[in-house]
């Protein structure tokens, strides 16, 4: 059985899962069934061991039921980015060749063949339940897909035991117990949004609660009220930023939190403490698609205070280091990359073997390509990324993605893009361009519409400088670092 079906029998009575955007709930005996109905329902669509299921949609209940069923079935859930271009989209699905394709809205305004999501509750209502068996946890059941440095997208598979890792690891840090209720809102096709947000929830007996999407005045009101009662909610902090902008903000009212928990973005230290001097804490933390949950900070408000801007320690789960571009442990306070060892590290990158295999040192360790520092306390600091991927909005933007697209329009000789800080977004792209001779852009508007038929907005440059040429090495490397976004 699986931990669903364990607390069916544990807390039948106990709400799993709740869905505000169709207004419907399920306690744990009403979601196994569920879930082995949906079983049942992909068996007889002809999904066997290893098929691939993707799904396009905004956040519902369906997904959460869909990628549970898909395990039980041991074939493999896939959700997919709906801020993708449809171009951007087709090249993931010719990758991932699914057996089926369940959508929203979505399906069919980017013309996909699919079936609707809406209506996988409805076609299994009337199947018999799949009855309980055993799941292996070695299988992946899950691809996320993620941009990868050389602009084409990489699928992470992530087995069950990978996922119960970041479940464990995140309670651990996190304070999760069976009375916690998560309000699920960051997209399901992330990291955060279909597991840290979920499996922590449902493996420990507690609840989630689905959202299909952040409104500031709607998402505060949610986490202050009092039926809800919510305890854990996630999100970058540029949304932590929105919510204390509102008008109906009311510290007092959000002390029932455990806590806010933030990522994907730098935090400002100033910001932090804004939330600690009103008696809430901010937890900041650093995970990723491969490994899940890694570093989080503990839900102390003097710690939180004392240690602002760190990404705190891993659990007794796993094993960390920091090394130097030679391979060898550096000393405390010293800089390097962060290097893992663990159960939550991803089983490989889908159909692409020799690049997981190169994301390994030679002894064993997976590199994150994340350069860190860790003081006296263990506590750790993210300084730098070792690879040019930058941070907007909490979304992952790989440059070299950006400019194969940029080099595609007739008018660019040659072009590099860097993250620039952003009060709104955390980072942006600057983008640097040489124009061939005898060639001329309108304006920075007409690449910009080009960039928009192949690229989603949040790649999208925000700057966009016309230079003479870029500074190169010996080599010929374009010399990022002497790039310099205007003021």
């Not at 009403?30 to 098929?51: C, H, P, R, S, Y």
């Not at 609840?207 to 005045?217: L, M, N, Q, T, Y």
């Not at 709104?424 to 001329?440: D, M, T, Y």
Request: charged content about 20%; hydrophobic content about 40%; overall charge negative.
């Amino acid at each position: 059985m699986d931990f669903v079906t364990l607390h069916a029998r544990i807390r039948p009575k106990s709400i799993a899962v709740r869905d505000l955007t169709y207004d419907l709930q399920w306690t744990y005996l009403e979601f196994d069934v569920l879930v082995a109905k949906v079983t049942t329902l992909l068996e007889q669509q002809g999904i066997n061991l290893g098929d691939r299921v993707a799904c396009l949609s905004k956040n519902r209940a369906e997904m959460v039921a869909l990628h549970l069923a898909c395990a039980r079935l041991g074939a493999i859930f896939v959700p997919l980015n709906w801020r993708l271009t449809k171009e951007e989209l087709n090249s993931i699905l010719t990758d991932c060749e699914p057996s089926l394709l369940y959508a929203d809205e979505q399906g069919l305004t980017h013309k996909l063949a699919y079936q609707p999501i809406s209506d996988v509750f409805v076609q299994s209502a009337a199947l018999s339940p799949q009855p309980s068996a055993a799941i292996d946890e070695q299988l992946p059941s899950l691809i996320l897909y993620t941009s990868g440095t050389t602009g084409k997208p990489k699928g992470v598979m992530l087995s069950e035991q990978n996922l119960a890792e970041t479940a464990i690891n995140f309670a651990l840090l996190g304070k999760v117990d069976s009375q916690s209720a998560f309000l699920c809102e960051s997209p399901m096709f992330h990291i955060i949004g279909l597991v840290t947000s979920v499996r922590p929830a449902l493996f420990y007996g507690a609840k989630i609660i689905i959202s299909d999407g952040f409104i500031p005045a709607r998402t505060l009101a949610r986490l202050m009220d009092p039926e809800l009662a919510l305890s854990h909610y996630f999100c970058v902090p540029q949304m932590a930023n929105a919510l204390r902008s509102e008008d109906s903000f009311s510290p007092e009212c959000l002390r029932g939190l455990t806590a806010l928990f933030t990522g994907g973005a730098p935090h400002p230290e100033v910001q932090i403490r804004s939330w600690l001097n009103d008696g809430i804490p901010i937890v900041d933390g650093y995970g990723m698609s491969e490994a899940g949950t890694i570093f989080g900070m503990p839900l102390d408000i003097e710690l939180i205070d004392k240690k602002a801007g760190c990404v705190g320690f891993a659990t007794h789960r796993m094993q960390v280091r920091l090394v130097n571009n030679d391979g060898q442990e550096v000393a405390e306070g010293e800089p390097g990359e962060v290097q893992l060892k663990g159960n939550n590290i991803t089983l490989g990158y889908w159909r692409r073997e020799a690049e997981f295999a190169a994301s390994f040192s030679v002894d064993g360790w997976f590199c994150t390509g994340d350069i860190a520092v860790q003081d006296a306390q263990g506590y750790f600091r993210i300084v730098d990324r070792k690879k040019d991927m930058f941070i907007s909005g909490g979304e992952n933007v790989y440059p070299t993605e950006v400019e194969a697209i940029v080099l595609k329009h007739q008018a660019i000789q040659e072009c590099a893009m860097i993250g620039v800080p952003d009060e709104r977004w955390g980072e942006v792209g600057c983008l640097f361009l040489v124009i061939k001779q005898n060639h001329q852009l309108t304006d920075n508007q007409e690449l910009i519409h080009f960039l928009e038929q192949h690229l989603a907005r949040y790649k999208l440059p925000k700057h966009i400088v016309v230079a003479d040429s870029l500074p190169r090495n010996g080599a010929g490397k374009v010399m990022k670092n002497r790039l310099k976004a205007p003021d």
